[in-house]
T-cell receptor, first 114, second 108 residues
Framework: DTEVTQTPKHLVMGMTNKKSLKCEQH?????MYWYKQKAKKPPELMFVYSYEKLSINESVPSRFSPECPNSSLLNLHLHALQPEDSALYLCASSQTGTGGYEQYFGPGTRLTVT | KNEVEQSPQNLTAQEGEFITINCSYSVGISALHWLQQHPGGGIVSLFM???GKKKHGRLIATINIQEKHSSLHITASHPRDSAVYICAVVKGAQKLVFGQGTRLTINP
């Protein structure tokens, strides 16, 4: 199984809502990543978890809160988002976080903040 | 200036043509990835290179570490190859730095 799954596929939320994005992989990968991608732009790294510990936070606003409950699961909790946070949120995983391994991407969650 | 530059930004070709997409980078890297993204979002990893050349089907990727340059070639291009191709370099231990992408359209 070389699949990374993400739920939901689409999410519309108001600026006062709290919601969560979920990412799951069963490849035994120990590094997981959140990326944000705006239309016609490349992905931008948000967070990296390595062995269930947060290893990189790219100065992401605190309204985005990542969580890695176990080695297969990665969540992104959303609270008080702004319309400019509307984007495609991509999750990825790799064997470890040392950079020399292929990253496997999920299909993404398309988020719209109204 | 971006750390990773791709050219061309857009490329339209006829089915069957040989396609080349270039990637130049300005930082020290441990590896370089070529990724494909179809409309709708999903990203597929095509290659990961740290030296030399790799081939998979009609796709060939090369890297010249001294020149800080990589190329992705597609032979016998097909409309289903139409997608955005993204070069990304591994900077430091864990971080991928992405190029802006090349939007490829193959007309039948």
């Amino acid at each position: 199984d070389t699949e990374v799954t993400q739920t939901p596929k689409h999410l519309v939320m108001g600026m006062t809502n709290k919601k969560s994005l979920k990412c799951e992989q069963h490849m035994g990968h120990r590094a997981m990543y959140w990326y944000k991608q705006k239309a016609k732009k490349p992905p931008e790294l948000m967070f990296v978890y390595s062995y269930e510990k947060l290893s990189i936070n790219e100065s992401v606003p605190s309204r985005f809160s990542p969580e890695c409950p176990n080695s297969s699961l990665l969540n992104l909790h959303l609270h008080a988002l702004q319309p400019e946070d509307s984007a495609l949120y991509l999750c990825a995983s790799s064997q470890t976080g040392t950079g020399g391994y292929e990253q496997y991407f999920g299909p993404g969650t398309r988020l719209t903040v109204t | 200036k971006n750390e990773v530059e791709q050219s061309p930004q857009n490329l339209t070709a006829q089915e069957g043509e040989f396609i080349t997409i270039n990637c130049s980078y300005s930082v020290g890297i441990s590896a370089l990835h070529w990724l494909q993204q179809h409309p709708g979002g999903g990203i597929v990893s095509l290659f990961m290179l740290s030296s030399g050349k790799k081939k998979h089907g009609r796709l060939i990727a090369t890297i010249n570490i001294q020149e800080k340059h990589s190329s992705l070639h597609i032979t016998a291009s097909h409309p289903r190859d139409s997608a955005v191709y993204i070069c990304a370099v591994v900077k430091g231990a864990q971080k991928l730095v992405f190029g802006q992408g090349t939007r490829l359209t193959i007309n039948p």
